[in-house]
């Protein structure tokens, strides 16, 4: 199947801003088909000008985001998790106008926020209620969810499918949904495909991530194996490429892997192309 491919732009750090614009057209002459948009800054307004470039240029967008330690959906104090809720609202606004159809990522809880305990009854309960709000939200805007599990060392509420499969399942709403990472499925599954499998139509985004987080191709994720379990429960969507470099300080990579990001995507695109056509 011909998949569409995208790439993150996490890739160049945190700051998205204009200045990533000849990045978008470096993406698109090496033909790409669309990239994943991180909305750290919730400010509608910041999000026209992209709208236009990436219309101008043909690129398909994905809007991805995350929380930290300032705004956490699973909380014990309702204020914060109110003004949470908000905050992912307004992440949902940005999405609409940059013509994304998905807010994907981790925002069910905060990055690198730790009790030292695993989930309790609370925290799931908690999650579900205002996931579901936020979908009732989204569903209005036009937008999915597609919600993410990180691995054991970034988030502990959900750390694999079968825990985000059953929050969703409680949740219950349409628009929410799952994203599969193979990173972190790499470090947390016991068969990358079976948990493909377990998905099936809730299944809405695949980022294809190598162990290390450095060129697609040349870490030891079997990809191929997972392409194969798309194909097998017929998911439609993009497939992005992530990778990460020291520009990204929450990631832990203190070590250039790559000889520059153009070569990194470039090597990235091809290797991923000739699996899929």
């Excluded at 079968?162 to 929410?176: Q, S, T, Y």
């Amino acid at each position: 199947m011909a998949y569409k491919i995208g790439m993150n732009l996490l890739l160049w750090g945190t700051e998205i801003d204009e200045n990533l614009f000849p990045v978008l057209e470096k993406i698109k002459e090496i033909g790409f088909d669309g990239v994943e948009i991180p909305i750290f800054d919730t400010s509608p307004e910041k999000w026209y000008s992209w709208r236009q470039k990436l219309d101008s240029l043909g690129l398909e967008r994905v809007a991805v985001t995350i929380n930290g330690s300032d705004f956490n959906q699973i909380s014990q104090d309702p204020a914060m998790r109110k003004a949470t809720l908000e905050r992912n609202k307004q992440a949902i606004d940005c999405a609409m106008i940059l013509g994304s159809e998905l807010l994907t990522g981790p925002y069910h809880s905060a990055l690198g926020v730790f009790t030292g305990q695993p989930a309790t009854k609370d925290e799931l309960l908690w999650a579900k209620e205002n996931l579901w709000d936020l979908a009732e939200y989204a569903d209005k805007m036009g937008i999915t969810l597609g919600l993410e599990y990180l691995n054991r060392f970034e988030s502990y509420l959900v750390s694999c499918t079968d825990e985000l499969l059953a929050l969703v399942n409680e949740i219950n709403h349409p628009a929410c949904k799952i994203m599969f990472d193979t990173f972190h499925a790499n470090i947390e599954e016991k068969n990358l495909s079976d948990a493909v499998k377990k998905l099936g139509d809730k299944l809405v985004h695949v980022q294809l991530s190598e162990n290390d987080r450095s060129t697609l191709g040349q870490g030891h994720n079997n990809i191929p194996e997972v392409l194969e379990a798309l194909k097998s429960i017929n998911y439609q969507g993009m497939l992005s490429i992530e990778a990460f470099s020291p520009k990204l300080s929450a990631a832990n990579i203190w070590r250039k892997m790559f000889e520059s990001e153009e070569q990194l995507i470039t090597e990235s695109y091809k290797y991923l192309k000739s699996l899929v056509g």
